[in-house]
């Protein structure tokens, strides 16, 4: 039995189990288990303008009520998370179904990369002016209060600071490596 992962209290960073990280046959199961673990369907979106960033997501999660403060977990590689360490902010778009379209654009499906993602839906901004999906489901804009790096991605904290209730729809679902539907 091998070591579980350790925590690195002063890097604020987990320190991979060796003898998983390098195991194929693990990874490739992992990635098939996380596929059946249905969620909503998010744009997690930063910056403004030309400097603005997003990406399609289904790791968000709440925190806590009081104060109000939910997480995101980003790749470090990815253009978005670059923008979400610069602005500070960071706001989730939850999708309708309807918006199937969105997030293949921005998980780039199509080759849209940058601010161009933007493009194709009209956008709104709260407290913090990360960009809003004004026909999101809901909207949480949130300022950046901590973050976590944790192998390839960062855990990023945010306070909310506004909350956009949109209309209500079917949600847009993400499980077994295909979008789904409620309705």
Partial sequence: MSAPAAHDAEAGAMAP??????????TSAFKHAMGRLAGAVSLITAGQGKEA???TATAVCSVSVAPPTLLVCVNRHGEAHH??????????????????PI????????????????????WLSLATGAPVLGDALVSIDCTLVEHVDAYTHTVFFGTVRAVRLGATAPPLIHFDRAYRSLA
């Fill in 17 to 26: 189990s060796l003898s998983h990280a390098a195991d194929p046959e693990l």
């Fill in 53 to 55: 960033r997003g990406l």
């Fill in 83 to 100: 923008a979400i360490a610069r602005s500070g902010a960071f706001c989730v778009n939850v999708l309708a179904e309807h918006d199937r």
């Fill in 103 to 122: 997030a293949d654009r921005f998980a780039g499906r199509h080759g849209h990369a940058g601010a161009d993602k933007f493009d194709a839906a009209d």
